[in-house]
């Protein structure tokens, strides 16, 4: 691991302008991603600025959401009686995510900056565009039984990148429609989930629309109608501490049996959590019924592309929206 400098700055403004002012300076918190990337020589920033004891850590419910502090760990997030009763989804998703001794050190806002577990971009010995932009992807002629299936271009060339995005909480607060709040350099903004990450295109480096220096200081999840019939799905090769190779975060408003509000998402198919707009709208004002869902699953996977090893994807993922759909409403 290459050298570096530690600081532990006072105050939020104080950490920003340490890491907005020079681009070889990174935020710290849990460090359960980052420290790992600094052992493969994949990060080396020059300084660390620790944030954690920073007043970002609590959970509050105001107006008409709940606020969660960048700094909560995801254990505390995945226990907390206001998450269990108003967000279920949320802790069903954290819950399903790295292992007890990880929840305990890994920050919400951690969770979201984790970066892709495309085995190429941890192993320098092959090209990575993510990892160095205009190398090379090693996925693509390679094992790539764990990455996207869908927003990859239809011919691929040596500049694109396959990999997906590997956090499950991603996933859950995509379907509940979260914001992203960050501090940086010139003020405050608030990020739609929808806009927060991004596909890879041309800079497949960048996962977010995060600008260099910003801090992300909380997340909002608005007041829903989503405590009864929710289930985040999680499809992985171990029952534990495995990365999904297909998740799906369902969230369903019924009323005598009817589907007012649908709301799905999907982890470990694209380079960002992907929301199946198509598949919400086909369930809206349905009945519930298996058949419904399997139709609603056929629409959500219009548009999904395999390569060489992650055909199976294609017949796992509208099962598992079909099976998380099911267990959302009660059917199985
Ligand atoms: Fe790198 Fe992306 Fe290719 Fe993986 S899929 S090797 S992260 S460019």
């Given amino acids: 691991m290459k050298a570096f400098e530690y600081v532990r700055p006072s105050t ?25 990337l600094m052992k493969h020589g994949i990060a080396a920033p020059e300084k660390l600025v620790d944030i954690n004891h920073l007043p970002l850590k609590k959970i509050e419910k105001r107006d008409d ?64 565009n993510k990892r160095i ?34 956090s499950d909480l991603s996933v859950a607060l995509s379907a509940l429609e979260a914001t992203v709040l960050v501090q940086g350099h010139r003020g405050e903004r608030q990020i739609p989930m929808a806009d927060f990450y991004r596909l890879p295109n041309n800079r497949p480096e960048q996962d977010t629309t995060l600008s260099n220096g910003e801090l992300i200081t909380a997340v909002e999840i608005p007041d829903a109608v ?13 029952a534990s501490y495995a990365f999904a190779l297909v998740s799906v975060a369902a969230a369903l408003d019924i009323d005598q049996n009817r589907i007012k509000t649908a709301r799905l998402s999907m982890g470990g198919v694209a ?21 419904v869902f399997r139709q609603a699953a056929e629409a959500a996977m219009q548009g ?5 090893h992650n055909a199976y994807k294609l017949r796992v993922a509208p099962n598992a929206i079909v099976q998380a759909l ?6 199985s």
Avoid at 145 to 159: C, L, N, Q, S
Avoid at 226 to 238: A, C, I, N, S
């Fill in 12 to 36: 939020i403004r104080e950490a920003i302008e340490l890491v907005a002012t020079n681009p070889k300076a990174q935020f710290i918190a849990g460090g359960t991603n980052l420290i790992d």
């Fill in 65 to 128: 959401f709940l606020r969660i502090g960048a700094l909560v760990l995801n254990s505390e997030v995945a226990s907390h009686k206001r998450v269990l009763a108003s967000h279920p989804l949320l802790a069903q998703a954290l819950n399903a995510g790295a292992s007890g001794q990880l929840r305990n050190m890994a920050t919400v806002g951690g969770n979201l900056l984790q970066r892709t577990r495309c085995p190429y971009f941890y192993d320098r010995a092959f090209p990575c």
């Fill in 133 to 166: 932009p205009g190398s090379g992807c090693g996925a693509l002629g390679g094992i790539n039984r764990m990455h996207a299936i869908f927003g990859v271009p239809e011919k691929p060339d040596p500049k694109s990148c396959i990999a997906v995005h590997p």
């Fill in 226 to 238: 989503f405590q009864k019939h929710v289930h985040y799905l999680k499809v992985r090769d171990r």
């Fill in 271 to 291: 380079h960002k959590p992907w929301r199946l707009f198509d598949a919400e709208k086909m369930l809206t004002g349905q009945a519930v019924s298996e058949t």
């Fill in 304 to 308: 999904a592309r395999a390569f060489e």
């Fill in 326 to 331: 099911k267990l959302a409403a009660g059917l």
